[in-house]
Antibody, heavy 120, light 106 residues
Framework: EVQLMESGGALVQPEGSLRLSCAAS????????MSWVRQAPGKGLEWVSS????????FYADSVKGRFTISRDNSKNTVYLQINSLGADDTATYYC?????????????WGQGTLVTVSS | EIVLTQSPATLSLSPGERATLSCRAS??????LAWYQQRPGQAPRLLIF???NRATAIPARFSGSGSGTDFTLTISSLEPEDFAVYYC????????FGQGTRLEIK
């Protein structure tokens, strides 16, 4: 059974930084793209970032480019999201997500999310 | 960026009725469109991918149709657990989501 478990969410001051983690199990982690999708309170879904199987290719939404860094450690079955220069607009639940086996850019498996709150 | 516009914003129906949700793209996305369901306090769940293919373990009452810029999610006979928020997502150019349709009990 595929399981994704996010951690690292917290209350952070504006301009602060945070690293989110997503521990994966139930599949061959190093053979799959991984992604982060966020959802502001009461709002819709926003794709944030994706990383290739080996970690050599990374992709970002324009809204986070230059501030967020996605990475992975295949030996630990974990994907990370380093988020810097946080602003109020970054307040959201951050979900880790995995594509279906076909590799198509949809999100078949999701974690339960970790909440990042940016406030002074 | 491809903008997805969902309508209506809110749909009020009763259990047993048929639900029809719309998603319109600002430019053609071919058939590269998915639908998700999100219940309160839960992560989204993939329902339909590539416009008309049901994801694993999704009941047959859910169906998707459309191509190009106009897409529809149909729930043939609403069950109590179907009242939730539904999102469309395209993967043709980048990845974007619609703003959601809230399906509520009438």
């Amino acid at each position: 059974e595929v399981q994704l478990m996010e951690s690292g969410g917290a209350l952070v001051q504006p301009e602060g930084s945070l690293r989110l983690s997503c521990a994966a199990s139930g599949f061959t982690f190093g053979s799959h793209f991984m992604s982060w999708v966020r959802q502001a309170p009461g709002k819709g879904l926003e794709w944030v970032s994706s990383i290739s199987e080996s970690g050599t290719r990374t992709f970002y939404a324009d809204s986070v480019k230059g501030r967020f860094t996605i990475s992975r450690d295949n030996s630990k079955n974990t994907v990370y999201l380093q988020i810097n220069s946080l602003g109020a607009d970054d307040t959201a639940t951050y979900y880790c997500a995995k594509r279906p086996a076909t590799g198509a850019q949809y999100f078949e498996y999701w974690g339960q999310g970790t909440l990042v709150t940016v406030s002074s | 960026e491809i903008v997805l516009t969902q309508s209506p914003a809110t749909l009020s129906l009763s259990p047993g009725e048929r639900a029809t949700l719309s998603c319109r793209a600002s430019q053609s996305v071919g058939n590269y469109l998915a639908w998700y369901q999100q219940r309160p306090g839960q992560a989204p769940r993939l329902l339909i991918f590539d416009a008309s293919n049901r994801a694993t373990a999704i009941p047959a009452r859910f169906s998707g149709s459309g191509s190009g810029t106009d897409f529809t999610l149909t729930i043939s006979s609403l069950e109590p657990e179907d009242f939730a928020v539904y999102y469309c997502q395209q993967r043709s150019t980048g990845i974007t989501f619609g703003q959601g349709t809230r399906l509520e009990i009438k």
